[in-house]
């Protein structure tokens, strides 16, 4: 005999909001007072709202940002900081495991429990991570905030990994896509489909970029690696809610047009992957990581935009090698 799963018992948001705050709720609870909100998702903006069946949320009608506020604090997802370690011995020195900070967007942290893990999640395995990534940050968000700047400052870490600008390409089919021309279902053609404006917004964000690698190497003395990536080739599905849909509203279609639909994403993910390449290039001590390679379509998660653990795992495999290589051998 199968046994019946357990509910979490009824909760009244008050209640429930002190537990977010004293991070106290069980995986269980988590997943049961919380859902996704599909509705008011955005791209690397993933949504929550309550399972009103079980929270009593009277009056008060929070916000979807406010709820994935709540959740981040039941998850603590931004990890703490570690406090500055007393001087090691030569020993301990060399048992001790590499930090690292990570700062992004979804691609670096996920509610917990309801989305795949991610690469963040699978490095904590091997390296001593501090994360002040949070879903739904966007790229200058994060550079106009600087909230990585104090713990650079620390000197505790000597590899800064970041992911931002998924919602600027990945997300952003509406704004730099031109409709489909009747009849052509040429992948050939993709490139014809971007508009001008995109490369140009990709020369904006790649001044932010330079802003990062600048704040990292003065808060550090340039003793810091920081280490970039350009995301990967996601397909779009039929009603996708990031890619697939917002293709269909201009004449494409993923499944009868599906070669014609993957190459255009294609083509956004491989701009802004060139720009990244050229900017590591040129800057001192940054690391471009190009994922495209390693990602299958089975790798990705069902929202489109998402990897699925087992690219999560092959993400954190990509940046572990490259931590490795840039490390200094004791």
């Keep these: 005999m199968i046994a019946k799963k357990t509910q979490s018992p009824p909760i009244k948001l ?3 909001r002190r537990r977010c705050r004293e991070a106290s709720l069980s995986e269980r609870e988590l997943t049961d007072y919380f859902l996704p909100d599909e509705e008011h998702s955005k791209p690397f903006a993933p ?9 009593d949320v009277g009056r008060t009608r929070p916000n979807p940002e406010a709820i994935s506020r709540f959740y981040a604090e039941a998850t603590r997802a931004q990890t703490p900081l570690p406090k500055k370690p007393r001087r090691l011995t030569t020993t301990l020195r060399k048992a001790a495991r590499i930090k690292l900070l990570a700062e992004g967007d979804s691609w670096f942290n996920l509610p917990d429990y309801i989305y795949p893990k991610t690469a963040i999640d699978f490095l904590g395995s091997d390296f001593d991570v501090s994360n002040i990534a949070l879903w739904g940050d966007e790229l200058e968000a994060m550079i106009t905030a600087k909230q990585y700047r104090q713990p650079l400052r620390s000197g505790l870490f000597g590899h800064f990994l970041f992911s931002g600008g998924g919602n600027d390409v990945l997300g952003s089919i509406p704004a730099y896509v031109k409709p489909r021309k009747p009849g052509d279902t040429d992948p050939a053609h993709a490139a014809d489909y971007i508009k001008t404006t995109f490369p140009q917004k990709i020369s904006q964000m790649m001044g932010f970029y330079r802003t990062l690698a600048n704040d990292a190497r003065d808060a550090t003395g ?11 080739n996601a397909t779009p599905t039929k009603g996708g809610h990031y890619l697939g849909g917002p293709l269909e509203a201009l ?19 491989e701009l802004f992957n060139l720009a990244l390449q050229s900017f590591a290039q040129s800057t001192a001590h940054v690391v471009y990581n190009d994922l495209r390679s390693i990602m299958t379509q089975r790798d990705w998660y ?18 572990a090698d490259a931590i490795r290589a840039n490390t200094p051998i004791a």
Excluded: Q
């Design 251 to 269: 004449g494409f279609d993923p499944v009868d047009h599906a070669l014609l639909c993957r190459a255009i994403v294609a083509r956004m993910v």
């Design 47 to 55: 949504a929550l709202k309550f399972n009103e069946d079980l929270v």
């Design 14 to 16: 008050a209640e429930l």
């Design 222 to 232: 340039g003793r810091v690696v920081l280490y970039v990536h350009g995301y990967a």
């Design 302 to 319: 069902r929202d489109e935009i998402h990897p699925a653990e087992a690219g999560a795992k092959k993400i954190a495999k990509v940046f």
